[in-house]
Each structure stands twice: as structure tokens, then as C-alpha cells.
Nanobody
Framework: QVQLVESGGGLVQAGGSLRLSCAASGRTFTFSSYAMGWFRQAPGKEREFVAISWISGSTYYADSFKGRFTISRDNAKNTVYLQMNSLKPEDTAVYYC????????????????????WGQGTQVTVSS
């Protein structure tokens, strides 16, 4: 029904920037009707909430990412982005995008169980 494909990951030095993209497709999936979130998972750690973009374009971030990361969406392109600046080695992780019905995600946007579709992830590695 829906496919999410992340891209834009790679190797970057500390202090550098990357922009991740997540392209959505699906005959029965209406991108503009879904909240889109970003999560990340480092080896040996739990999956961590990063940010969410509501259908209106409004955003919400985990405190640790405010001021460094920016989530945005382009409904015409069925794509959500994560701009990452001032990257640190501890930002090294696999980054995932996820889609969820806004009514469900809105109850607890940090809870990964509220999202019903996930991409396969893109690796971000920050060197020191």
C-alpha cells in the first residue's frame, strides 16, 4: 500500500551537515493526510524519536535535536526531509522515516508503535 525510501545518508565530519530525504509512494496512500516522523537507532541502543511533521507542516522535536535538526515536508513531491547541522559523532545511527495517521500519532508522537509504515533506513556516520 505504501513504500517509504530514505536517502541522503553517508559519511560526514563532525560539525558538518547532511540532508536526509524520505520519498513515499503507494496507490492508496495519500501523503498529505499522514504525519511523517524521523527516528534513529545506533548500534546497541533503542530506536529514538527525532522529529515529526504534522499534516499542516507544523513540527515537533525531541529536546536534544532542537536547534540542530529541521524536519520539513513537500506534499507535492510526497517527500519529507531532515536537515541535520552541526553533526556530532554521537549522531551516528541508522535514520528511519515513518508514516502514521495523525489522529493516532498525535496521542503519543514519540511512541514508534503509533506509526504504521517504516522505511528501511539510511546510515549516517559522523567522524571525529
Amino acid at each position: 500500500q505504501v513504500q517509504l525510501v530514505e536517502s541522503g545518508g553517508g559519511l560526514v565530519q563532525a560539525g558538518g551537515s547532511l540532508r536526509l530525504s524520505c520519498a513515499a509512494s503507494g496507490r492508496t496512500f495519500t501523503f498529505s493526510s499522514y504525519a511523517m516522523g524521523w527516528f534513529r537507532q545506533a548500534p546497541g541502543k533503542e530506536r529514538e524519536f527525532v522529529a515529526i511533521s504534522w499534516i499542516s507542516g507544523s513540527t515537533y522535536y525531541a529536546d536534544s535535536f532542537k536547534g540542530r535538526f529541521t524536519i520539513s515536508r513537500d506534499n507535492a513531491k510526497n517527500t519529507v526531509y531532515l536537515q541535520m547541522n552541526s553533526l556530532k559523532p554521537e549522531d551516528t545511527a541508522v535514520y528511519y522515516c515513518a508514516a502514521g495517521r495523525q489522529a493516532s500519532v498525535g496521542v503519543a508522537p514519540r511512541n514508534q508503535d503509533k506509526y504504521n509504515k517504516w522505511g528501511q533506513g539510511t546510515q549516517v556516520t559522523v567522524s571525529s
